[in-house]
Nanobody, 123 residues
Framework: QVQLVESGGGLVQPGGPLRLSCAAS????????MAWYRQAPGKQRELVAR????????NYADSAKGRFTISRDNAKKTVDLQMNSLRPEDTAVYYC????????????????WGQGTQVAVPS
């Protein structure tokens, strides 16, 4: 299994920065993508940013482009999300997500989720 532990959430003033971190552990055979999602109250969970292992490509939600940066340390199995110029509409619980194969090489791929970390940007 894969365990994901997030850190770095909190209260930040509009326009300020915040950095989220996520560390993956467990019996990980391979990681295919590492990503950040968020869910605001009353809304569906949405993709914020994703990094693909095979080619290093990244994808961002339109709302995140130009303000957020996703980065990975493959050796440490960590993924960070640097968030700048934060807005009240960025308030949400942010979740780390990993698409990985755990255990043996023949194990099925699966998506794993962290417990979430709250980000609050007051208006």
């Amino acid at each position: 299994q894969v365990q994901l532990v997030e850190s770095g959430g909190g209260l930040v003033q509009p326009g300020g920065p915040l950095r989220l971190s996520c560390a993956a552990s467990g019996s990980i055979f391979s990681i295919y993508t590492m990503a950040w999602y968020r869910q605001a109250p009353g809304k569906q969970r949405e993709l914020v940013a994703r990094n693909t292992t095979s080619d290093g490509s990244t994808n961002y939600a339109d709302s995140a482009k130009g303000r957020f940066t996703i980065s990975r340390d493959n050796a440490k199995k960590t993924v960070d999300l640097q968030m700048n110029s934060l807005r009240p509409e960025d308030t949400a619980v942010y979740y780390c997500n990993v698409h990985a194969r755990a255990g043996a090489p023949w194990s099925r791929r699966a998506y794993y989720w962290g417990q979430g970390t709250q980000v609050a940007v007051p208006s």
